[in-house]
């Protein structure tokens, strides 16, 4: 998956050169959310920012959650009361 979400991330990185390029932007973020089938989670930030003064401002932050325990799985966790 960590290939898929560097893949993702350098598209993202292009988009927003494009969009500095042809509309001037003097900065700009681009976010994605994604949700996998096996309750997993990613969010994938990229941040371009004034790229006409030669420095170089950008940052790309990618966040991952672990797979969520299937519901048969989380019945362990269930605590029971105990009744005097």
Partial sequence: MKNVLDQI??????????????DGFQGSTATLDLSCFDGSTATITETLDNLCDD??????????????KSSVDQ??????NTWF
Avoid: H, M, Y
């Fill in 55 to 68: 420095t170089d401002n950008s940052g790309s932050s990618i966040t991952r959650t672990p797979p969520q």
């Fill in 75 to 80: 019945l362990g966790d269930i605590k029971t």
């Fill in 9 to 22: 991330s350098s598209l993202l990185k292009e988009a927003l050169a494009v969009a500095e390029t042809l």
